[in-house]
Each structure stands twice: as structure tokens, then as C-alpha cells.
């Protein structure tokens, strides 16, 4: 059957500059199984499946799979699914869309030529415990300043290196990391065009073991970083300097203390496909 197609680069304003993601528009009728297989076979980080919502309030419902997994719910999966239904002329039932996904209903906003989602409540927060913490050390090949489970469905642990140096010269061993998605930030420093850098390590992900950009990661790092400290009510994030890219994430906290993971997509195939 011949399906709406679209790939799409997000958190970016560089074509290439950023995540890509592969979305089926039109993707009623389709099992599992064959959602995995399509997924598998486009080897990106994720490819999304835009389905008919089962609850009224939505707008639309998505599953989303990486070549080896179903995910419950990811950030930039959210953005770019929602630019491709936009673009292939979605409508809205109100100002903001709100998508149906594995963790239920996620709001998300349009303004200044940005989408943005509400961060997910986290499933899983709080102190990692110190053998896990050692593993990641000793994995990372350096030490670890903070961490904390900041899982908000697909299971990340989040940790902080010393300085943007030392995380960008990070080159992990794979084969030492427990079964986790591990994401480690560093601050930036003061003038910089954004506050902290970002690494992904998705190494059972099945792509190359590192993600461009990722929003799922930078919502819960948002969480941590608000909890720890107050005061931070928005930044930008960058992330991909490593892998070549030009990734940046713009995180809010609006006045009901709910936080935006926003960012720009970027269109770059338009198509069907067989499925």
C-alpha cells in the first residue's frame, strides 16, 4: 500500500545540521512487526508510524521505533512528527496539537518558527547508585561530577562531566556501559551561544551509538537542572559538535512551572512509500 512519506532534520536551521527522522504519515492498517521492519531498514535513530488517535482529545496518535525497539515516547520523534503531519495538512483541533504517544498525551506548541513540547513528567528520578555511577566513570574513562536518573521512557541516566573539553574528547567504551541510555552534559562557558553541550549514548539504539540531538534527553536534563537550581527558567542547549552537527535545543519554564523542549525542522524529503 502507497503511504505518505516525509524525512525531516530537527533541531536545526541547517539542512543536515541536525536529527533526522523518518515519518509515515498515513500509517493506519500497519502491524508491529512491519513498523520494526521499516524501522530496521531506514537505520535512523527513529522512524515514527502517524496513526488515527484512539482518544478524542488528540489530534493525532504516533509509535515510535528505533531499528531495534519500540520507544514510548522521544523528543525530537515528537517535533518532526508533528512538522510532517502539519506540513501534510494536519489541522488542530486547538492553538496547541496534542499528540498521543506510549506516554499519553503530550501538548505541543507553535511559535517563533519553533515547535516545542511539554516535557513528560519523569517515570524514574533521583540518586544513582554508586557502583552504576562507577561503572559509568570507568566507562567514560573520567570522572563524574553529579548524576541522577532522569528516565522519562526510553531510560536515561543523566551525568556531568568536569568541562566541555572533556566531553567532547569522550570516547566511550560501549562494551563497559551497563544496559542504560547514558546522557552526559558539561556547562559552557559564560558568553558561549548556549549554556550547556550534550552527548547521547544510545548504545544499544542500533545506529553508531551516539544521537545528534535529542529531546527526550534534554527534557529530563532540564528537569534535573531546574530541580537542583531554581533560579534557570531557560537555555539553550547544543548538542552534535561531535558527530558533525549543529544542534540546539531552546528549554523554558513558563509561569505554571511546566517545561518546553522546543526546536526548529527542517524538511528535506517528501515522497511515499510501499508499506
Known amino acids: 500500500m502507497t503511504r505518505r512519506f516525509a524525512q525531516v532534520d530537527v533541531f536545526t536551521t541547517v539542512a543536515l545540521g541536525g536529527n533526522p527522522l523518518a515519518v509515515v504519515i498515513d500509517a493506519d492498517g500497519l502491524d508491529a512487526e512491519s513498523m520494526q521492519a521499516f524501522a ?3 537505520n535512523l535513530s527513529e522512524t515514527t508510524f502517524v496513526l488515527s488517535p484512539s482518544t478524542p482529545e488528540a489530534d493525532y496518535r504516533v509509535r515510535i521505533f528505533t531499528p531495534s525497539e519500540e520507544l514510548p515516547f522521544a523528543g525530537h520523534p515528537t517535533l518532526g512528527t508533528c512538522a510532517a503531519w502539519l506540513a501534510t495538512g494536519g489541522a488542530p483541533q486547538r492553538d496547541d496539537v496534542l499528540q498521543e504517544c506510549g506516554v499519553g498525551l503530550v501538548p505541543i506548541r507553535r511559535a517563533n518558527d519553533r515547535l516545542a513540547f511539554r516535557a513528560p513528567p519523569l517515570i524514574r528520578s533521583g540518586p ?3 557502583h552504576l555511577i562507577a561503572s559509568i566513570a570507568h566507562a567514560l574513562d573520567t570522572p563524574v561530577i553529579d548524576a541522577s536518573w532522569a528516565d522519562n521512557g526510553p531510560g536515561w ?5 568536569r ?3 572533556t566531553l567532547l574528547a569522550l570516547r566511550p567504551k560501549f562494551d563497559d556501559l551497563p544496559d542504560i541510555k547514558l546522557g552526559v552534559i558539561a556547562r559552557c562557558d559564560g558568553g558561549d551561544d548556549a549554556a550547556i553541550e550534550v552527548r547521547a549514548f544510545y548504545p544499544s539504539g542500533g545506529t553508531h551509538g551516539e544521537d545528534p540531538v535529542t529531546g527526550s534527553l534534554n527534557a529530563s536534563v ?5 530541580r537542583r537550581d531554581p533560579t534557570i527558567t531557560s537555555y539553550v542547549a547544543r548538542q552534535g559538535t561531535v558527530l558533525g552537527r549543529q544542534g540546539r535545543v531552546y528549554v523554558d519554564r513558563d509561569d505554571a512551572g511546566d517545561i518546553w523542549i522546543g526546536g526548529h525542522v527542517m524538511p528535506v524529503i517528501d515522497g511515499v512509500v510501499d508499506l
Open 157 to 161: 541516566v543523566a551525568v556531568e562531566v
Open 222 to 226: 532540564a528537569q534535573w537542572l531546574m
Open 40 to 42: 530496521q531498514w531506514t
Open 163 to 165: 568541562d566541555v573539553a
Open 128 to 130: 544513582v547508585d554508586s
